[in-house]
C-alpha cells in the first residue's frame, strides 16, 4: 500500500519501484530533505522496530541509535547538496529477540525527498561474525600445532637407551619395562644383549618380582647372584639359558612419577664400584627423562589427530556458514564433495591426497564470502564490472586460507576450480596439465552440480541435458581424461 503522497511524487515509478521491491522485500522510508519521515512501507510488519505512530512525522536521525543517526545526517546533507549515488550505510537495534543488523541505502528524489531502503542482514551478518570466530579459533589451534615437533617414536629412543647402557656400564644385556599407568603394568619395551627372547612377554605388578620391587620401593634392587638364590626369576627355562649372574632392576623416575624400570644383565660377577653405580643411576636419570618426553610427546600426536578432528568440524562449519547465505546452494558444498572424493578414489588417487582434496572441495568457493549480496544473489546476468568482483572469489580463498599450514595442500581445488582445459578460465589462465589434477576433477563436478540445481539467475537442468553438456565440454572446459571418469561414475551410480 503505497499511499497517495507517494504517488503523487513518483507518479511514473510504480514499476522501478516494484522491482527495488522484488530485490529488497524489508522496509522502506520515505524521507522528507530534513529526515522527517514521511511514509513507509513494510513487507512484514513485524520488521518494525517500532509502531508508526512513533516514527511517522519525526526525523530519521533522531530514531536511529546514536551512531547510525549520525551517519543519516551526513549522508541526507551530501543528497541536499545535490550527492544523487546511493548511498549505504549499516547499523544495528537491539531488539526483544536480540541484535538486529541492517542495511539502509539512500536515494535522493528530484522534489528534495529521498527513500530509504532497509534490508534485514542479521542472518547474514551472523554467519559473518561466525566465521571469523571460527578463523581466530583456528588460528590458535594453529599456534598449537606448530608448537607439537614431529613424530618421533619411542622405540628408537629406548634402543639409542640400551645401547648407551650396555656400553658405558659393561655389561651382556640390558631391557626397560615401560610403565602403563592405565593397566598399572609394567610392560617389556624394549631389550639389547639376549640371547633368547625369555624376557620379551614380561607383564608385571608393581611389587610383583624384583623389577617391581624396585618402581613399588623406587629404588634400585641389587642381586649380585642370581644363581645363590632360588627365585622365581629363575624358573623361566630360557633365562636359564642366557646364564645371567648379576643383576640390577633400576626405577626410571621423572617429576616424581616412576615411568618404567631398567633392568641390568650380566654374565659374570659385577666389580661395581661407586663410579659405576653413580654413573648406572645418571643413565637411568637420563632414560627417565627422555622416556617422559617421548610419551609427553606421544599424548600431544594423539591430541594431534584430535587437532586434525576439530581442523575439519571448522572447515565444514565455514562451507555451512557460505551455503546458509543463499538457500538456492544450500548442500552445494557437502555435494559436491561426496562426489569429488568418489571421483578422486576411482582414479586411484590415495590418502592422504583424498583428504586434501576433500578439504578443497569442501572450501573451493570460500571467497564467495567476499562477494556482495547484490551480486551473489542477482537474478540476471552479471554486469562486465561484477564478473570481475565475482571472478576474484577463487584468489580471495587462497588469501584467506593460505595463512593456514593445515590448508595448504588443500589449495589446488579452491584456487583453479575456474580454469579451463583450453586455457580460457581463471584466475590464471592455466591450460590442460598445468591445472591440477584434483581442481580438473573438481571443474566437472562443481559445473554438474550447478547446472542440475536452480540459481538466482536461471532455473535448473535435468541430468541429461547436464550430462550431455559435460560431454560436449570434454577437451574444451575439461579434461577429455576425466570426463570419460566422471561419466563412468555416474553410470555406475544408476
Ligand atoms: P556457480 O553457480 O556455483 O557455478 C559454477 C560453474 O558452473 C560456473 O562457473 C560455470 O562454469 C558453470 N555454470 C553454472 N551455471 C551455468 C549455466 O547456466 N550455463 C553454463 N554453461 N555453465 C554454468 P562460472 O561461470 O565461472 O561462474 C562462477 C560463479 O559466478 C557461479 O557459481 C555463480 O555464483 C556466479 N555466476 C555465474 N553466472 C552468473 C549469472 O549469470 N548471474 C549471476 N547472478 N551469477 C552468476
Ligand atoms: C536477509 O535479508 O535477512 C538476508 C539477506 C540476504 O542474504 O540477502
Ligand atoms: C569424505 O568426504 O569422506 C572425506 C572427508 C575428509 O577427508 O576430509
Ligand atoms: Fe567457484
Ligand atoms: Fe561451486
Same mark, same amino acid.
Given at each position: 500500500?503505497?499511499?497517495?503522497?507517494?504517488?503523487?511524487?513518483? /507518479?511514473?515509478?510504480?514499476?522501478?519501484?516494484?522491482?527495488?521491491?522484488?530485490?529488497?522485500?524489508?522496509?522502506?522510508?520515505?524521507?522528507?530533505?530534513?529526515?522527517?519521515?514521511?511514509?513507509?512501507?513494510? !513487507?512484514?510488519?513485524?520488521?518494525?522496530?517500532?509502531?508508526?505512530?512513533?516514527?511517522?512525522?519525526?526525523?530519521?536521525?533522531?530514531?536511529?541509535?546514536? =551512531?547510525?543517526? %549520525?551517519?543519516?545526517?551526513?549522508?541526507?546533507?551530501?543528497?541536499?547538496?545535490?550527492?544523487?549515488?546511493?548511498?549505504?550505510?549499516? $547499523?544495528?537495534?537491539?531488539? /526483544?529477540?536480540?541484535?538486529?543488523?541492517?542495511?539502509?541505502?539512500?536515494? !535522493?528524489?528530484?522534489?528534495?525527498?529521498?527513500?530509504?531502503?532497509?534490508?534485514?542482514?542479521?542472518?547474514?551478518?551472523?554467519?559473518?561474525?561466525?566465521?571469523?570466530?571460527?578463523?581466530?579459533?583456528?588460528?590458535?589451534?594453529? !599456534?598449537?600445532?606448530?608448537?607439537?615437533?614431529?613424530?618421533?617414536?619411542?622405540?628408537?629412543?629406548?634402543?639409542?637407551?640400551?645401547?648407551?647402557?650396555?656400553?658405558?656400564?659393561?655389561?651382556?644385556?640390558?631391557?626397560?619395562?615401560?610403565?602403563?599407568?592405565? *593397566?598399572?603394568?609394567?610392560?617389556?619395551?624394549?631389550?639389547?644383549?639376549?640371547?633368547? !627372547?625369555?624376557?620379551?612377554?614380561?607383564?608385571?605388578?608393581?611389587?610383583?618380582?624384583?623389577?617391581?620391587?624396585?618402581?613399588?620401593?623406587? %629404588?634400585?634392587?641389587?642381586? /649380585?647372584?642370581?644363581?645363590?638364590?632360588?627365585?622365581?626369576?629363575?624358573?623361566?627355562?630360557?633365562?636359564?639359558?642366557?646364564?645371567?649372574?648379576?643383576? $640390577?632392576?633400576?626405577?626410571?623416575?621423572?617429576?616424581?612419577?616412576?615411568?618404567?624400570?631398567?633392568?641390568?644383565?650380566?654374565?659374570?660377577?659385577?666389580?661395581?664400584?661407586?663410579?659405576?653405580?653413580?654413573?648406572?643411576?645418571?643413565?637411568?636419570?637420563?632414560?627417565?627423562?627422555?622416556?617422559?618426553?617421548?610419551?609427553?610427546?606421544?599424548?600431544?600426536?594423539?591430541?594431534? *589427530?584430535?587437532?586434525?578432528?576439530?581442523?575439519?568440524?571448522?572447515?565444514?562449519?565455514?562451507?555451512?556458514?557460505?551455503?546458509?547465505?543463499?538457500?538456492?546452494?544450500?548442500?552445494?558444498?557437502?555435494?559436491?564433495?561426496?562426489?569429488?572424493?568418489?571421483? *578422486?578414489?576411482?582414479?586411484?588417487?590415495?590418502?592422504p591426497e583424498?583428504a586434501h582434496i576433500?578439504r578443497g572441495?569442501?572450501?573451493?568457493?570460500?571467497?564467495?564470502?567476499?562477494?556482495?549480496?547484490?551480486?551473489?544473489?542477482?537474478?540476471?546476468?552479471?554486469?562486465?564490472?561484477?564478473?570481475?568482483?565475482?571472478?576474484?572469489?577463487?584468489?580471495?580463498?587462497? =588469501?584467506?586460507l593460505?595463512?593456514i599450514d593445515h590448508l595448504v595442500p588443500a589449495l589446488d581445488i579452491?584456487?583453479?576450480?575456474?580454469?579451463?582445459?583450453?586455457?580460457?578460465?581463471?584466475?590464471?589462465?592455466?591450460?590442460?596439465?598445468?591445472?591440477p589434477?584434483a581442481?580438473?576433477?573438481?571443474?566437472?563436478?562443481?559445473?554438474?552440480?550447478?547446472?542440475?540445481?536452480?540459481?538466482?539467475?536461471?532455473?535448473?537442468?535435468?541430468?541429461?541435458?547436464?550430462?550431455?553438456?559435460?560431454?560436449?565440454?570434454?577437451?574444451?572446459?575439461?579434461?577429455?581424461?576425466?570426463?570419460?571418469?566422471?561419466?563412468?561414475?555416474?553410470?555406475?551410480?544408476?
Amino acid at each position: 500500500m503505497i499511499t497517495d503522497l507517494f504517488l503523487q511524487n513518483l /507518479p511514473d515509478s510504480a514499476q522501478r519501484l516494484d522491482a527495488i521491491f522484488h530485490a529488497f522485500n524489508d522496509l522502506l522510508f520515505i524521507l522528507d530533505s530534513d529526515g522527517t519521515i514521511l511514509d513507509y512501507k513494510a !513487507s512484514d510488519p513485524s520488521h518494525l522496530y517500532t509502531a508508526p505512530e512513533n516514527f511517522l512525522g519525526r526525523k530519521m536521525q533522531n530514531i536511529l541509535p546514536p =551512531e547510525a543517526g %549520525r551517519k543519516i545526517e551526513d549522508i541526507l546533507s551530501r543528497l541536499r547538496d545535490g550527492g544523487s549515488k546511493p548511498n549505504i550505510l549499516e $547499523y544495528f537495534l537491539p531488539t /526483544p529477540f536480540g541484535k538486529c543488523w541492517y542495511e539502509s541505502r539512500l536515494v !535522493s528524489l528530484s522534489n528534495g525527498q529521498s527513500i530509504m531502503l532497509v534490508r534485514d542482514i542479521t542472518k547474514y551478518k551472523m554467519s559473518e561474525i561466525k566465521i571469523k570466530r571460527q578463523f581466530d579459533q583456528l588460528a590458535a589451534l594453529r !599456534s598449537i600445532d606448530l608448537a607439537i615437533t614431529s613424530d618421533l617414536d619411542l622405540t628408537p629412543v629406548l634402543s639409542v637407551i640400551l645401547d648407551q647402557v650396555r656400553a658405558q656400564l659393561s655389561i651382556d644385556a640390558a631391557c626397560i619395562l615401560l610403565f602403563d599407568p592405565r *593397566a598399572q603394568l609394567l610392560e617389556f619395551a624394549a631389550g639389547a644383549g639376549f640371547k633368547t !627372547s625369555a624376557l620379551q612377554h614380561t607383564r608385571l605388578h608393581i611389587g610383583e618380582a624384583y623389577a617391581g620391587m624396585a618402581v613399588l620401593e623406587r %629404588r634400585a634392587v641389587h642381586i /649380585p647372584n642370581l644363581k645363590s638364590r632360588q627365585t622365581t626369576f629363575l624358573k623361566s627355562p630360557f633365562l636359564a639359558r642366557e646364564n645371567f649372574i648379576a643383576y $640390577y632392576a633400576v626405577p626410571l623416575i621423572s617429576k616424581g612419577e616412576a615411568v618404567g624400570v631398567l633392568e641390568i644383565f650380566h654374565r659374570a660377577l659385577l666389580g661395581a664400584d661407586e663410579d659405576w653405580l653413580t654413573y648406572m643411576e645418571m643413565l637411568a636419570g637420563q632414560a627417565a627423562i627422555a622416556i617422559d618426553n617421548a610419551m609427553l610427546l606421544k599424548n600431544l600426536q594423539l591430541s594431534n *589427530a584430535e587437532l586434525t578432528l576439530a581442523y575439519d568440524k571448522t572447515i565444514e562449519g565455514w562451507s555451512r556458514a557460505l551455503d546458509l547465505r543463499d538457500k538456492e546452494t544450500e548442500g552445494h558444498s557437502r555435494r559436491v564433495t561426496a562426489m569429488t572424493f568418489k571421483l *578422486a578414489s576411482q582414479m586411484g588417487i590415495k590418502q592422504p591426497e583424498l583428504a586434501h582434496i576433500c578439504r578443497g572441495a569442501m572450501l573451493h568457493d570460500i571467497g564467495k564470502v567476499a562477494i556482495p549480496d547484490s551480486i551473489l544473489h542477482k537474478p540476471g546476468l552479471l554486469s562486465d564490472e561484477e564478473w570481475i568482483i565475482m571472478r576474484r572469489h577463487p584468489l580471495i580463498a587462497v =588469501e584467506l586460507l593460505a595463512p593456514i599450514d593445515h590448508l595448504v595442500p588443500a589449495l589446488d581445488i579452491p584456487r583453479s576450480h575456474h580454469e579451463k582445459w583450453n586455457g580460457t578460465g581463471y584466475p590464471d589462465r592455466l591450460a590442460g596439465e598445468e591445472i591440477p589434477l584434483a581442481a580438473r576433477l573438481f571443474a566437472i563436478v562443481d559445473v554438474y552440480d550447478a547446472l542440475t540445481s536452480d540459481r538466482p539467475y536461471r532455473r535448473a537442468w535435468s541430468r541429461t541435458e547436464t550430462m550431455k553438456y559435460i560431454r560436449k565440454q570434454s577437451g574444451i572446459h575439461f579434461d577429455p581424461q576425466v570426463v570419460p571418469a566422471f561419466i563412468e561414475m555416474m553410470n555406475g551410480q544408476g
